[in-house]
């Protein structure tokens, strides 16, 4: 069966630590997604990423960072977190382009 | 242009009932409309998508209505059970462009 799985399901952080949130795949997808989900605004796409090693701005991407050193891994860094990056994050894998994304069961961020 | 509007934010409807969801647009360019469906604790899950090619997709209880003159597209749920409780999401994107334009999202709660 078709797996995604995020690091950690809560999360709670102070103002300005450095921040990683871990997504892997188990299904040999060629693209990565990082989104965050915010009540009444729907899902905002940070990053994607469609190869190893490759990496495109989302709609949001300031304060944000990621690295896919491996094609199953996709991290999310928050360089310096702040209170407005305060969260549930969701990691989603395809195969092709935005057809089918398969999603993570999500990372509850706070940040204090 | 960019934006996908859904309605109704949230919506109650008694088992057996017929729930309704709509989606507005107004980037012609987009061709590729998928309804995502959240439980809570969960990531999204791919519903049931459709293109302009066609004015309806059904699956099971769950049928897509497309209307591209009016740039509308609509998910009706026949037969709603208290199991279809959740959130629901519609999308829509362009071409091969890895970036799904996301609506706000429904809370769908059936009464039994």
């Known amino acids: 069966d078709v797996k995604v799985t995020q690091s950690s399901r809560y999360l709670v952080k102070r103002t300005g630590e450095k921040v990683f949130l871990e997504c892997v795949q188990d299904?040999?997808?060629?693209?990565m997604f990082w989104y965050r989900q915010d009540p009444g605004l729907g899902l905002r796409l940070i990053y994607f990423?469609?190869?190893?090693?490759?990496?495109e701005k989302g709609d949001i991407p300031e304060g944000y960072s990621v690295s896919r050193e491996k094609k199953e891994r996709f991290s999310l860094i928050l360089e310096s977190a702040s209170t407005n990056q305060t969260s549930m994050y969701l990691c989603?894998?395809?195969?092709?382009?935005?057809?089918?994304?398969?999603f993570g069961s999500g990372t509850q961020l706070s940040v204090l | 242009q960019q934006q996908v509007k859904q309605s109704p934010q949230s919506l109650i409807v008694q088992k057996g009932g017929i729930s309704i969801i709509n989606c507005a647009y107004e980037?012609?360019?987009?061709?590729?409309f998928p309804w995502y469906q959240q439980f809570p604790g969960k990531g999204p899950a791919l519903l049931i998508a459709?293109?302009?090619d066609v004015s309806e997709k059904k699956e099971g209880r769950f049928t897509i209505s497309f209307n591209k003159s009016a740039k509308q597209f609509s998910l009706h749920i026949m037969d709603s059970q208290p199991g279809d409780s959740a959130t629901y999401f519609c999308?829509?994107?362009?071409?091969?462009?890895?970036?799904?334009?996301w609506g706000a999202g429904t809370k769908l709660i059936i009464k039994p």
């Open positions: 999308a829509a994107s362009s071409g091969s462009n890895y970036q799904l334009i």
């Open positions: 989603a894998s395809s195969l092709g382009g935005n057809e089918k994304l398969f």
């Open positions: 299904m040999d997808h060629e693209n």
């Open positions: 459709i293109r302009p």
């Open positions: 990423s469609y190869d190893v090693k490759m990496k």
């Open positions: 980037n012609t360019a987009f061709d590729y």
